[in-house]
């Protein structure tokens, strides 16, 4: 596949996020309100102002759940109609009057966040981690190869990129120390994943096929993680409150239609998966992930590089297991894919990878070292599939570390 | 405090759950569709209908949630409104007209729920699983008495007394295999619960008398649990699929003004408590429990007794901790108790304890064995408040297990 031609310029720079081929839905902000929108180029275009042929209350509220609600047929139809809107000069004249320029723009979040669910997918990931804390022999859990592993997260956490995000307070307990002290986490950290979006719902279980044909689209995830509240709090029933700060996406859902070109397989399997989990086509993505430090004030240090297809479990698969119970899924549920690591030590996607648990600072380009995040950095992630002369951007998943509230805590 | 009487006679009982002490919020359907209700004796009040002196529009949709959302104020003139109403024989002509006999009427989830967390803060129930599990030396976990643990559920699962619960289906592993099978659970268990209800948001940590008066009502609760799944699912995030088929609540709000007079404190501590979770006065509630199993066709054997004090955590200890690190909380968001266990055999909140792990079945009064749930098994949870001459009820919170999906899974 190759570039799709616009009559917005913008659109047709081979390193510009937003080709007439991506066409990624948001809500923006240019002054007057948040509005739904479509990037496009240097421009998001207030999509509400156009002749989408769609049913006008499909965009009453400024979110895109009730399109993803309407279902794939109203998918396809409303992407097929703008590219027909941007392709073709005959329609410039009642287009371009709606085009708002991206840096003149604050985005909101695209879409009401029903239900959050985080995964633990990425095998690399969960033997460095499994390594760190049980040594390498017992590294992975001996479910890991069978169960797409995932937890509950908390939804009204979930907020968009920019928003900053303040170092929580939580329960500490040093090794050293037989109770825990209540205090700043000491231990702030990111994870780099992809968040899938559920479009349409479920009751009872579903396959890996129809758990596919359910997600509406994609977007970036960084979800920011507490490792000392986490491990004192984690055992028996999972992280907690150490999750709950706060979970950064990217502002754009870049369609499972934009990403199709860019379909890959999971890999060879080591134990053979229980027939429900079997895929009956490639559902990764080939989309090539990054993670930049800045320090306040600083210029920003890419502290790591890797790709989706890093992940052992697609978020079909995950989708699927997810309905094994009978729990229904509803529209707006978000599924993180679970922290994406690669083989080497600088495709590690979080810094208590990076930083080997803290024993191995990471030297900033800027000269600062860092095991953890500090207050002021600014964390972004960026990721892009890249095609014959064009590229499906994600935009940037960015966030910034402020200081946890005064020590003088709320107490009855 | 006494019996407040009522002109609706059959509300002055002292058998009956719905006193006009009590006035729980729920939402009925008698054939008209759903619709916002209040029990009172025999009946319910179709509270749309009479001049409750509040906004309109607090009851334009079939739910509580606009009226939790409208705050601590509007609750408490609700409440006088009512038993202003419900008391006096000059209303009685107005109101009589309203009132809908409840066994005509099917009922209906009282509110929608937001985000579902679940603790585990009974004392003598994580004692009990512990040992069964880690032995009596280590049965509690290391942070147990120091947090209140607790993990997110899944809200889309919880559903309305009567609802039937469908076995789920799911990974299991043997002790004595190596790889799991895709199957029906076989050890599906109840957990008896108290679920309080949050009506107003925060955002930010809030303390213990904050977290308090956040919170608007309680039901009864019983969180299915699939022993099987989550035993080889659990570790290292914590259950997941062997909580989301289906969490079952009582369909009355019981506001925490019905209670008041029923506060008990919680217990000595064993451990210091860290300063932010100290609390104020007493929280917990002086609230007799109960569960009743009838198999298909029979009659229903009382498996156990016990009572809500015999929790180690308050609801509003576990909301503030739900704060700490920052999680913004929203109104129409539930906290399930964790399973409450007293300290004899036959007041043990699961069947997991009941029958120890399935090693010591119950006989129940009908002759037949049980370990865990069997198909057609109706599940019952009652609960009261007893006070001087009258009984603040929360109605049945009901469920029958149903068999499992066809052994044809969906494959890819």
């Not at 390193?15 to 509005?35: S, T, W």
């Not at 870049?254 to 229980?274: D, I, N, S």
């Not at 086509?281 to 080939?286: A, I």
Request: net charge negative; charged share 20%.
């Amino acid at each position: 596949m190759s570039l799709i031609r616009s009559w917005v310029e913008s659109a047709n720079d081979p390193e510009c996020d937003f080709p007439l081929n991506n066409l990624p839905y948001g809500v923006f902000d240019a002054g007057q309100g948040p509005r739904m929108g479509v990037a496009i180029g240097a421009f998001v275009l207030d999509v509400v102002q156009v002749d989408h042929g769609l049913d006008p209350s499909l965009f009453a509220a400024p979110s895109w759940n009730a399109v993803m609600a309407a279902g794939p047929e109203v998918w396809a139809a409303l992407r097929a109609r703008l590219t027909e809107l941007l392709a073709g000069e005959a329609h410039r004249t009642a287009v371009e009057p709606h085009l708002v320029p991206l840096e003149t723009v604050q985005m909101r979040m695209p879409f009401a966040v029903t239900e959050y669910t985080d995964f633990y997918a990425s095998k690399n990931h969960a033997v460095n981690v499994g390594t760190m804390f049980r040594g390498a022999e017992n590294a992975l859990p001996p479910n890991w190869l069978s169960i797409p592993i995932g937890y509950n997260g908390r939804a009204s956490s979930v907020v968009v990129s920019g928003t900053p995000v303040q170092r929580p307070l939580g329960q500490l307990k040093a090794p050293d120390q037989d109770l825990p002290v209540f205090a700043p986490c000491q231990r702030f950290d990111l994870e780099l994943e992809m968040g899938a979006i559920v479009g349409q719902p479920s009751s009872g279980m579903v396959s890996v096929a129809e758990a596919d044909d359910m997600i509406f689209g994609y977007v970036l995830l960084n979800d920011w993680s507490a490792r000392d509240i986490q491990a004192w709090e984690y055992q028996p029933l999972g992280p907690f409150q150490a999750k709950a700060t706060a979970t950064t996406i990217s502002p754009w859902i870049v369609t499972k239609a934009a990403l199709e070109p860019f379909r890959r397989p999971t890999p060879e399997r080591e134990r053979p998966l229980l027939p429900y989990l079997a895929e009956p086509g490639p559902m990764l993505y080939d989309i090539d992930l990054s993670v930049g430090l800045a320090p306040e004030g600083k210029a920003e240090t890419v502290i790591a590089r890797t790709n989706y297809t890093h992940m052992y479990y697609s978020a079909a698969q995950q989708l699927c297991h997810h309905t094994t119970s009978g729990c229904p899924m509803r529209v707006g549920d978000l599924l993180g894919s679970g922290t994406i690591s690669g083989t080497t030590p600088d495709s590690r996607g979080s810094l208590l990878e990076l930083s080997w648990g803290g024993k191995e600072p990471l030297t900033l380009d800027t000269g600062e070292p860092r095991s953890f995040l500090e207050d002021g950095d600014r964390l972004t992630l960026y990721g892009a599939a890249k095609g014959d002369g064009y590229r499906i951007g994600f935009g940037a998943c960015s966030g910034t570390v402020r200081p946890a509230a005064a020590a003088e805590l709320p107490t009855a």
